[in-house]
């Protein structure tokens, strides 16, 4: 009986990280980089943040939360590169852009299980961040849906969207764009945004010239 439990108990707990780990890579799982084979990224030794772009406003896909998350996230993944943040007199200028379209798809299916789809979010956050930098450049909310298909196919609309992070990297000195890697993805639920946020940061990071010095798990 006490083996038939502990067997019980590992394919409940490979069953419960398994799950977890398949969804972090599904909101943003498309990531890509550009930038100036010139430049000489060793050179850099410190950052500091630039003020969101004019037009950002607050909803489930980006918010005060989102943002700050973000940051952080970013923060911590150029420290493990050796840098370090200065707000006086920074080496490189970060700018975190956030994009997000309302989308929608038709969708059949054939069966007889129940579904239900909620949507919400939460908010609160206390960004550390100060911006003393400019630069010269360039909700979805639903009552979910519930039923029981009884054997025949039914047609039904899916509203989402689609999400990108972009991390853009400025020489302070230059006032010219460097770098930039994106992680771009569907988003059906933005309660699990948070979720997949640290994921889709080390999927941009990984992009970048400057590779980490310090092992990290990717996972939250």
Request: charged share 25%.
């Amino acid at each position: 009986m006490k083996k038939i439990i502990w067997i019980s108990a590992g394919i409940f707990i490979t069953m419960l990280f398994g799950c977890k780990d398949s969804y972090n890579k599904d909101s943003y799982n498309k990531v890509s980089s550009e930038y100036d084979k010139s430049v000489d990224f060793t050179k850099y030794k410190t950052f500091s943040w630039l003020p969101d772009v004019a037009d950002t406003i607050n909803s489930p896909y980006n918010n005060d939360i989102i943002r700050n998350n973000i940051r952080n996230y970013f923060g911590l993944c150029m420290s493990d590169r050796g840098y370090s943040f200065d707000a006086e007199n920074p080496d490189l200028l970060m700018q975190l852009v956030i994009t997000n379209t309302k989308k929608d798809r038709t969708d059949s299916n054939r069966t007889n299980s129940y579904y239900y789809s909620p949507y919400y979010y939460g908010s609160g956050y206390y960004s550390p961040y100060h911006y003393n930098y400019y630069y010269n450049g360039h909700g979805l909310y639903g009552n979910g849906d519930y039923g029981r298909n009884a054997e025949y196919s039914r047609t039904y609309n899916q509203k989402y969207v689609n999400g990108s992070i972009t991390l853009i990297f400025i020489d302070r000195k230059t006032n010219k764009e460097v770098w930039r890697g994106t992680a771009e993805g569907n988003i059906y639920d933005p309660s699990h945004i948070n979720k997949d946020l640290h994921p889709a940061v080390h999927g941009i990071i990984d992009e970048y010239p400057v590779k980490s010095l310090v092992k990290r798990s990717h996972k939250i």
